[in-house]
């Protein structure tokens, strides 16, 4: 079974600086998405930023990129220029790529990210 | 922009009733799922529908849960007979392929008394 492991609890950092989430994740697998998802106090799952396996190239979107290191499974995400509004719980989350394609998504505890003005 | 829509946002319900959450998926979407949170724990899945039929299921989706997509629009989870380990945020979600990224709803609060 696949797991995804989020070692940082909670993190705390200054407006404006960078901040780097790290995730791990456990495959046997070869194919397989990553993805990191924000969840604000609403409470609502927003998506954040998606990778797929079999791209080396690192996603990107504005002020959010990943690490994407499939060798070691790791799964980082960098935020930069901090603001306010990412306050939030960070979950990495796993979905394997299978020919049917309905296969649930594994979430990491998530990392509760932290703002100073 | 499309989003996927849960009803009730919070269910107070007494031990050992039913009931039914309810999600309306974004249209064009073909794969389903249903999430559940319990508070300050990770999410996990719970079911994925496709095809009008469960696709995946976690050994938590066990015989008091079923899903059911009653007609072109809606997605429900019925929980039949509820224990206060129930208690919990569920999450319904959607996705037009099973490769692409999964939209979530609001969620659902669901306490159990």
């Known amino acids: 079974a696949q797991t995804v492991t989020q070692s940082q609890p909670e993190m705390s950092v200054q407006e404006a600086e960078t901040v780097t989430l790290s995730c791990t994740y456990d495959?046997?697998?070869?194919?397989?998405?990553l993805f990191w998802y924000k969840q604000p106090p609403s409470r609502q799952m927003i998506l954040v930023i998606r990778q797929e396996a079999y791209k080396q190239q690192n996603a990107t979107e504005n002020r959010f990129s990943v690490n994407f290191q499939k060798a070691a499974k790791s799964f980082s995400l960098k935020i930069s220029d901090s603001q306010l509004g990412d306050a939030a719980m960070y979950f990495c989350a796993y979905r394997l790529l299978s020919g049917g394609g309905a296969d649930g998504l594994t979430f990491g505890k998530g990392t509760h990210l932290i703002i100073q003005p | 922009e499309p989003e996927v829509t849960q009803t009730p946002s919070h269910q107070v319900t007494q031990m050992g009733q039913e009931v039914i959450l309810r999600c309306v998926p974004i249209s064009n979407h073909l794969y389903f799922y249903w999430y559940r949170q319990i508070l300050g724990q990770k999410v996990e899945f719970l079911v994925s529908?496709?095809?009008?039929?469960?696709?995946?299921k976690s050994e938590i989706f066990d015989d008091q849960f079923s899903v059911e997509r009653p007609d072109g629009s809606n997605f429900t989870l019925k929980i039949r007979s509820t224990k206060l380990e129930d208690s919990a945020m569920y999450f319904c979600?959607?996705?037009?392929?099973?490769?692409?990224?999964?939209?979530f709803g609001q969620g659902t609060r669901l306490t159990v008394v």
């Open positions: 979600a959607s996705s037009y392929t099973g490769g692409t990224e999964a939209f």
């Open positions: 495959t046997s697998e070869s194919d397989y998405y």
């Open positions: 529908f496709y095809n009008n039929e469960i696709s995946e």
